[in-house]
């Protein structure tokens, strides 16, 4: 038994598995509905996969339930691309680099999905196994390597890892999905020559510059 959706079954929703060729048919027609989702009826979402009413009822007990099932498929898929990198060759830099790249290109290959994911973070929010895989397949991997990069020398110590994780996440994710809806893909080659030296030397004339405070606030301001 397989959980990808190339193998014999695709992935569990409760105790039932979800056939693979199901599966498929709403991966494809997730574009339909993805603009009008608080709209949508399980009848709707049917019709544009083109199968029966009762399969979906069988499988799913609404339309939250397949939101998740398409979430979370996409989310372990990225999952298992972004560790492959994380793991493998070069130091930490090499390899966030690669991560950054996949992260990209993943949202590249799932543009329906991607902008699914995103529009529907809220609500993802709620479900914990959505925020554990958002947290694995984007986070994680990126946290891991900037704790990587301080001891072997590749970056500097930052405060707070999971901080820095997050903030590289927020930049993935919204520089992904501005390229898909603007342009309606992610030139990933281009981005990453672009976003690459900010990402490394930050946005200071002099990345060896003290950062700036706010003397009056004691906290840091750009100002």
């Known amino acids: 038994m397989s959980d990808r959706t190339g193998g014999r079954v695709a992935r ?28 949508v009826r399980m009848e709707d979402i049917a019709t544009a996969a083109g199968v029966s009413r009762t399969s979906l009822y069988y499988y799913f007990s609404g339309k ?9 498929s996409m989310l372990d898929d990225l999952t298992q691309v972004a560790a492959g990198e994380a793991d493998g060759a070069g130091d930490a830099s ?9 992260q ?8 329906t999905l991607s902008q699914l994911l ?4 809220g609500r993802a929010g709620k479900l914990p196994d959505i925020a554990a895989r958002v947290n694995d397949g984007f986070i994680e991997p990126v946290k891991r390597l900037l704790t990587a990069g301080a001891a072997d020398g590749s970056f500097r110590t ?7 994780a997050g903030a590289l996440f927020g930049a993935v994710l919204v520089i992904g999905l501005r390229s898909i809806v603007t342009e309606g893909s992610i030139n990933v080659d281009r981005i990453m020559t672009m976003i690459g030296p ?6 200071a004339a002099d990345p060896g510059s003290p950062y700036p405070h706010d003397h009056n606030r004691g906290c840091p301001d750009f100002g």
């Not at 939250?64 to 979370?72: N, V």
């Not at 090499?94 to 996949?102: E, K, M, N, P, S």
């Not at 990209?104 to 543009?111: K, M």
């Not at 900010?198 to 946005?203: A, E, H, L, P, T």
């Open 64 to 72: 939250d339930d397949i939101l998740a099932f398409l979430l979370r």
């Open 94 to 102: 090499q390899r966030l680099g690669a991560v950054i790249r996949a």
């Open 12 to 39: 569990f929703v409760g105790m039932r598995e979800v056939p693979v060729e199901m599966a498929k048919k709403l991966t494809a027609a997730a574009s339909t509905f993805i603009s009008s989702f608080e709209e």
């Open 198 to 203: 900010m990402f490394w030397n930050g946005i």
């Open 118 to 121: 995103i529009a529907n973070l």
């Open 158 to 164: 930052l405060p707070d890892d999971d901080l820095g």
């Open 104 to 111: 990209l290109g993943h949202l590249n290959a799932h543009p």
